[in-house]
């Protein structure tokens, strides 16, 4: 027989429901599959001596979010590959930080078939975990104490946490500060103070933890593929590691409940050293929305990243480049991101290349913090020399003409030209909302003042030649104004910072393959 427990049963109102006869307590908020299953015993070696039959309760988390799937999926491969239950369980880890996961993972794993095996389950932050270290479980049949030596790892996988720099918690400072040290003496990369996130040190601690050519293989966020801190983290990872493959997703993203899209780094521990400049990595991108393949394709997909070979080009691709192929590429501006698709044809145009800094400044555009007073209605007796056009909004972007969408207010002059010109529309307007204060109670004068332009002014320098949106998505191109036009801080600006270059040739070129 099996029922669902309602969570309610344990869990109210964002808190535990100590009252629960079901669980007493324990901390556990999703619903639970109970499974109960009664057994004709004959054996009596099986200590069963009160009844003929037993009771077989077991615990099934619904929606548990991932949260003990790495344990249980790499349980279930050891099994069947080595054939013996016992073995899969006693030669696997689990360890997190917090309690409550490992609660979830426990019941996650937990199999009939190894009902009295001791988990090697422990509650410890990574940064603490070191080999030698003893740590104490229970034993599942009288709960007696056992203690275990952590021992070296010959594989490692994680889910790797990601928590933003601004939120790292106080008790990791101290390791931190200490492995970015160690990489820096190691590698001569400084990780930026300020802008590293807590995962980008983790891979070089579980380096501590791994045997001699032991394999890690951590999932984490992409967003290391497209930033500069991102390149360090590669660039330093190269020193203690040989890193094999790092595959993406192609098809939607692999973790429905989380805001940031996966990646996978596989890789070897080497002895820490220079990166052999040959040395190739594999980057691969899963074709097929990994929720929506069976097994047969699982073995498939995991074979062509072992085995470094495109066994279905519809399920899995790889493009493969050495180290000094990925560092020529990135050093001509390209990105991580783009060594899943073919970009050797770069070499060809080495030659021809020059920064876009060189014909281009390249901004964020106008953000003045307050629409009502830069974009005034159409009722309103603003002189027509101060109202500009600006495009505001990204949805109105649509070819490679761009058109205004929105008139605003652009005045340069002081309040006192103003009176001397006459020009009471503007001084009024200006006046509308001088005493007026902004969310957080301070006047709009302060608040949207900038060094070099009075406070209801928007900067001329803001203006620009070619506009694309701030997030293109698919619609991925660059759009020439006829004039130079202020835009809104929704897009990315481009200003010419010379009439004498030809702009069609400048605005085609950065709708080019290679531009875009």
Known sequence: WSWTVPQIAYWKDGNINNNSSVFKGNVLSQRILLKVRVDNVEDSQLNHYYS?????????????????????????????RFAMTEKAFVSTWVSDKYAYPLQIANISITDIQAINIPLNMFQRDVFSVNVGDEIKIKSPIDGSEIKRIIPKFGAIISNLPFVEYNKIAKDEQEFITQIRKNIQDNTGIE??????????????????????????GIILSNSWL???????????????????????????????????????????KK?????????????????????????????????????????????????????????NITNYGLTINTLFHDVLWMKKLVNKLVPVSKFLDVRRGERRGWNDLFYPSDTNDIEEEYIRPVLKNPARLK????ET????????????ELEELGHEGALTWIEKFEHINNGVGKPLPIALKKPGCYWYEMDDASRADFVTALNPDKRLFVAKFKERTFVDQRFTRMLLKSERFDSDLVHAVLNSIYGM
């Open 52 to 80: 003929n039959y037993r009771v077989v309760v077991t615990a099934e988390i619904l929606n548990s979010a991932g949260t003990g799937t790495i344990a249980k999926a790499i349980i279930k491969n050891k099994a069947k």
């Open 226 to 268: 497209g930033t500069d801190i991102g390149r360090k983290f590669f660039d330093a990872l190269q020193y203690y590691y040989d890193i094999e493959a790092v595959v993406a997703s192609d098809n939607k993203r692999w973790f429905k409940n989380a805001d940031v899209v996966g990646t996978l780094l596989i890789m070897q």
């Open 399 to 402: 070819s490679y003409d761009a």
């Open 271 to 327: 002895i820490i050293s220079q990166p052999d400049i040959q040395h190739k990595v594999s980057f691969w991108l899963v074709r097929k929305d990994i929720h929506s393949i069976g097994d047969d394709e699982v073995e498939v997909l995991v074979n062509s990243i072992i085995l470094n070979e495109m066994l279905d080009p519809k399920l899995a691709t790889f493009k493969q480049y050495s180290y000094e192929e990925i560092n």
């Open 191 to 216: 990780f930026t103070l300020g802008k590293t996130d807590l995962y980008n040190f983790i891979p070089f601690k579980l380096y501590e933890l791994l045997d001699t050519n032991g394999k890690l």
């Open 405 to 416: 969408d929105i008139e605003a207010f652009c005045c340069h002059r002081s309040k006192r």
